[in-house]
């Protein structure tokens, strides 16, 4: 019998039913994988000398791998076993980072490496790379400008929202997250079982003491934020209130990006068998979030670290001086 193509023409049926077609398997290629890298072209070329009596030359020929690069010899460095202790220590401790975050870590340890070869050893020991988180678009309106007001300089816009957890027996506890938008650093996380309106002034006023009152404060349409007496207090200090649109967390995305590391790299990692335990451990994390934890949008480094480093060429006088000035600004602060 024959087979009906396109347009009604006839066309022959190929002996053992297989066709030329682009969306078929070619049969005899297989569908093996490629051997891209040269170690895999390497292992590849000395398995086939040990399952068949043929020759290096050979070998090398039929699987188009060169001579030379199958009998380089890897170099490996006398720190590699220190490097590839030290990087999986970092991993273990701080499970959610990746590759580029542990890299900083280890420059902060003293460690002379690019993220390049953190990376290669980072793959070879076969460590956990967080996905990529997908890139959010912003709201914009159609004259072409943006709802959302962006920081420029330290205390210009603070961020506040809630996260809820749970301790070991059940019972559920709120915290109150506030950031500085500009400079990433957490300012304070209020733990409490219940968080009201009147705990949110407390909270405010302590860090309008301690650092300056900003120009705007964020956050969402909350009844512990729209309260009468939370605005009425922040319109007779003088700041400026900026709500977001209900059900579009996005346009607070600081606090909400915050508050899944918060979550991510301590929340689901801990049992909190008190009220105790947990403010501890929420304030100890604080702590390492603002003094040691790399942030990709500073450059890898800490929002506020407890030193300041001085650039390369710099003296020590120089040094000094930057530190003199750092203390003098806190003081203001």
Same mark, same amino acid.
């Given at each position: 019998?024959?087979?009906?193509?396109?347009?009604?023409?006839?066309?022959?049926?190929?002996?053992?039913?297989?066709?030329? &077609?682009?969306?078929?398997?070619?049969?005899?290629?297989?569908?093996?994988?490629?051997?891209?890298?040269?170690?895999?072209?390497?292992?590849?070329?000395? %398995? $086939?000398?040990?399952?068949?009596?043929?020759?290096?030359?050979?070998?090398?020929?039929?699987?188009?791998?060169?001579?030379?690069?199958?009998?380089?010899?890897?170099?490996?460095?006398?720190?590699?076993?220190?490097?590839?202790?030290?990087?999986?220590?970092?991993?273990?401790?701080?499970?959610?980072?990746?590759?580029?975050? $542990?890299?900083?870590?280890?420059?902060?340890?003293?460690? %002379?490496?690019?993220?390049?070869? $953190?990376?290669?050893?980072?793959?070879?020991?076969?460590?956990?790379?967080?996905?990529?988180?997908?890139?959010?678009?912003?709201?914009?309106?159609?004259?072409?400008?943006?709802?959302?007001?962006?920081?420029?300089?330290?205390?210009?816009?603070?961020?506040?929202?809630?996260?809820?957890?749970?301790?070991?027996?059940?019972?559920?506890?709120?915290?109150?997250?506030?950031?500085?938008?500009?400079?990433?650093?957490?300012?304070?996380?209020?733990?409490?079982?219940?968080?009201?309106?009147?705990?949110?002034? %407390?909270?405010?006023?302590?860090?309008?003491?301690?650092?300056?009152?900003?120009?705007?404060?964020?956050?969402?349409?909350?009844?512990?934020?729209?309260?009468?007496?939370?605005?009425?207090?922040?319109?007779? $200090?003088?700041?400026?209130?900026?709500?977001?649109?209900?059900?579009?967390?996005?346009?607070?995305?600081?606090?909400?990006?915050?508050?899944?590391?918060?979550?991510?790299?301590?929340?689901?990692?801990?049992?909190?068998?008190?009220?105790?335990?947990?403010?501890?451990?929420?304030?100890?994390?604080?702590? %390492?979030?603002?003094?040691?934890?790399?942030?990709?949008?500073?450059?890898?480094?800490?929002?506020?670290?407890?030193?300041?480093?001085?650039?390369?060429? &710099?003296?020590?006088?120089?040094?000094?001086?930057?530190?003199?000035?750092?203390?003098?600004?806190?003081?203001?602060?």
């Amino acid at each position: 019998p024959s087979s009906e193509g396109p347009r009604g023409r006839e066309r022959q049926i190929e002996a053992g039913g297989r066709r030329a &077609d682009a969306g078929q398997a070619n049969i005899e290629r297989g569908c093996g994988g490629k051997l891209v890298s040269p170690e895999r072209r390497r292992r590849c070329v000395q %398995h $086939v000398r040990e399952k068949y009596p043929v020759s290096e030359r050979r070998a090398c020929r039929v699987l188009g791998q060169s001579r030379t690069s199958q009998r380089y010899q890897p170099i490996i460095r006398d720190d590699e076993e220190p490097l590839t202790a030290a990087i999986v220590r970092l991993a273990g401790q701080y499970g959610r980072y990746g590759y580029r975050r $542990v890299t900083a870590l280890l420059h902060a340890e003293g460690w %002379h490496v690019n993220h390049k070869r $953190v990376g290669r050893i980072w793959r070879r020991e076969g460590l956990k790379v967080p996905l990529k988180q997908p890139k959010r678009g912003r709201l914009w309106l159609n004259d072409g400008s943006c709802i959302r007001l962006r920081p420029g300089w330290r205390n210009h816009v603070w961020a506040y929202d809630f996260v809820q957890a749970r301790t070991h027996d059940g019972r559920s506890f709120r915290m109150l997250t506030v950031i500085d938008e500009y400079t990433r650093e957490c300012l304070a996380i209020e733990v409490d079982r219940h968080i009201r309106s009147g705990d949110v002034l %407390h909270v405010l006023a302590d860090l309008f003491t301690q650092r300056g009152v900003p120009d705007y404060i964020r956050s969402d349409n909350g009844s512990e934020f729209t309260a009468i007496a939370v605005r009425e207090w922040l319109s007779r $200090v003088g700041v400026k209130t900026l709500y977001i649109e209900p059900g579009s967390p996005w346009e607070n995305g600081y606090n909400e990006s915050f508050n899944g590391k918060l979550r991510d790299e301590l929340l689901n990692g801990e049992i909190f068998c008190s009220m105790t335990e947990a403010k501890v451990l929420i304030e100890q994390w604080r702590r %390492h979030y603002n003094t040691v934890r790399p942030h990709s949008s500073l450059g890898y480094r800490p929002p506020a670290p407890q030193t300041v480093m001085p650039h390369r060429g &710099d003296t020590p006088s120089a040094a000094r001086g930057l530190r003199a000035t750092r203390r003098s600004t806190d003081s203001l602060n």
